[in-house]
Structure formats: C-alpha cells, structure tokens
C-alpha cells in the first residue's frame, strides 16, 4: 500500500516524533511511505478562480510547493495528516 504523510508541524518534535512511530511501522509492515513536511512549505490557500476545472485539467494556476505533493497524495491509498491542534 503507498502512504503519504503530510505533516503539518512546523516543528522537528512532538508530532514529528508521532510521524516518524507510524512511519516506522507502516514501511516495516511492507507499505511504500513517502513523507511531506507541509508546515515548511509554501502553499497558498485557493483563489476561487476555477482555474483547475476550467483551462488546468487539475492543475492549480499557483506554483507552489502543491505541486510537489499533489502526485503522491493523488496516488495513496492512506493519506495521514499529522498536525499539532491549537
């Protein structure tokens, strides 16, 4: 199974540590794992232009750090989202 983690802390404790737990036992289960580090990237939030639907064939009109986490999560049959709630 693919897995991608798309962890939301900022930080490298705390919910890295949790991130790191799961991904050790899910790669030693066999499942592929890859890792995005979302809460150092740069990522805009939708324009609301309709873009991706109308002219992008799914594509954003952005060019951000999406792009680079769009194939993976599109491919996962897990996605986990691992943040620290306020």
Not at 11 to 34: I, P, W, Y
């Amino acid at each position: 199974m693919k897995v991608a983690i798309l962890n939301g802390s900022p930080r490298k404790e705390n919910t890295s540590a949790m991130v790191q737990a799961f991904r050790e036992g899910a790669e030693a289960a066999g499942h592929e794992v890859e890792e995005y580090q979302v809460g150092r990237m740069k990522i805009a939030g939708c324009l609301g232009c309709e873009y991706c639907h109308t002219k992008g064939e799914g594509t954003c009109v952005q060019k951000d750090d999406l792009e680079k986490i769009m194939p993976a999560y599109k491919e996962a049959d897990v996605i986990v989202l691992a943040f620290r709630q306020i």
